[in-house]
């Protein structure tokens, strides 16, 4: 893929909540351009919608109005089950709660989404076990989801996302739960995916300051529209 192709792109995009009589507008028109590649952070206050437009774009959500584009796939055009094929191929979600399953063990939750795809056991397998090593899950490889501390259970749900080597990596504050040190093991894995896979698109919520200072563009979320950063500033 030519590193300039635009691999992401969201016009008018709008998103509200009914709660009861109550309408909360929460994206009032997203813009936004993203190419192969490209790594963004996405701050905002709390409530500001970040969740919300990442799971659009997680096609876990559909937007009220407005048009999502990724990996030249118009997403209004994708039925639920050619939805969940797509999100299985092309893109990898780290959820702010992990929404890890409880029943299965780790090695399983990192697998889960490579077995969905059809991906050689053996080999599933072994991915499994280097992700879980490079998150630092070695040794609870075997625990189940809920037996995990609330930081493991952050790296368990990176490396599930990890697994099947997504075009576009969505995370919602992927450290938000770790200690200063394992959060740098974290963002040291981000770079190591960086330069083993420079194609990969990245969109991360954070507010670490260390993290978004790894991004190429920092976006700001205000008023349900995305500002860059330097606008911010003005
Ligand atoms: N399923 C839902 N039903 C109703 N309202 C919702 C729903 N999901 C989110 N909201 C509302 O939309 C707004 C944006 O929520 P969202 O989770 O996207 O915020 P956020 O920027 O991710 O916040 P945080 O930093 O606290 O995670 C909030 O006011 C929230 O109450
Ligand atoms: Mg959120």
Same mark, same amino acid.
């Given at each position: 893929?030519?590193?300039?192709?635009?691999?992401?792109?969201?016009?008018?995009?709008?998103?509200?909540?009914?709660?009861?009589?109550?309408?909360?507008?929460?994206?009032?028109?997203?813009?936004?351009?993203?190419?192969?590649?490209?790594?963004?952070?996405?701050?905002?206050?709390?409530?500001?919608?970040?969740?919300?437009?990442?799971?659009?774009?997680?096609?876990?959500?559909?937007?009220?109005?407005?048009?999502?584009?990724?990996?030249?796939?118009?997403?209004?055009?994708?039925?639920? %089950? /050619? &939805?969940? *094929?797509?999100?299985?191929?092309?893109?990898?979600? #780290?959820?702010?709660?992990?929404?890890?399953?409880?029943? @299965?063990?780790?090695?399983?939750?990192?697998?889960?989404?490579?077995?969905?795809?059809?991906?050689?056991?053996?080999?599933?397998?072994?991915?499994?076990?280097?992700?879980?090593?490079?998150?630092?899950?070695?040794?609870?490889?075997?625990?189940?989801?809920?037996?995990?501390?609330?930081?493991?259970?952050? %790296? /368990? &749900?990176? *490396?599930?996302?990890?697994?099947?080597?997504?075009? #576009?990596?969505?995370?919602?504050?992927?450290?938000?739960? @770790?200690?200063?040190?394992?959060?740098?093991?974290?963002?040291?894995?981000?770079?190591?995916?960086?330069?083993?896979?420079?194609?990969?698109?990245?969109?991360?919520?954070?507010?670490?300051?260390?993290?978004?200072?790894?991004?190429?563009?920092?976006?700001?979320?205000?008023?349900?529209?995305?500002?860059?950063?330097?606008?911010?500033?003005?």
């Amino acid at each position: 893929m030519n590193n300039n192709e635009i691999i992401l792109e969201l016009s008018g995009v709008c998103k509200h909540y009914n709660i009861g009589t109550h309408v909360i507008e929460v994206l009032r028109g997203i813009d936004l351009q993203v190419t192969s590649g490209e790594w963004l952070s996405l701050t905002g206050a709390s409530g500001s919608g970040k969740t919300t437009l990442l799971h659009l774009l997680g096609l876990l959500e559909r937007p009220d109005e407005g048009k999502i584009t990724a990996c030249g796939q118009d997403y209004s055009l994708l039925k639920r %089950r /050619a &939805a969940a *094929a797509f999100r299985r191929q092309k893109l990898g979600f #780290i959820f702010q709660n992990y929404c890890l399953l409880p029943e @299965l063990t780790v090695l399983e939750n990192i697998q889960l989404p490579g077995m969905l795809a059809g991906v050689n056991r053996r080999q599933l397998e072994k991915d499994a076990r280097e992700l879980a090593g490079r998150v630092g899950l070695y040794k609870r490889l075997d625990h189940r989801s809920n037996e995990l501390s609330g930081g493991e259970q952050q %790296r /368990a &749900a990176i *490396a599930r996302a990890l697994i099947n080597r997504p075009a #576009i990596l969505l995370a919602d504050e992927p450290t938000g739960n @770790l200690d200063s040190r394992t959060g740098e093991e974290i963002l040291q894995l981000f770079r190591d995916i960086r330069s083993e896979r420079p194609e990969c698109t990245l969109i991360m919520i954070t507010h670490n300051a260390e993290i978004a200072a790894m991004a190429d563009r920092s976006l700001v979320l205000r008023d349900g529209v995305i500002r860059q950063e330097k606008e911010e500033m003005e």
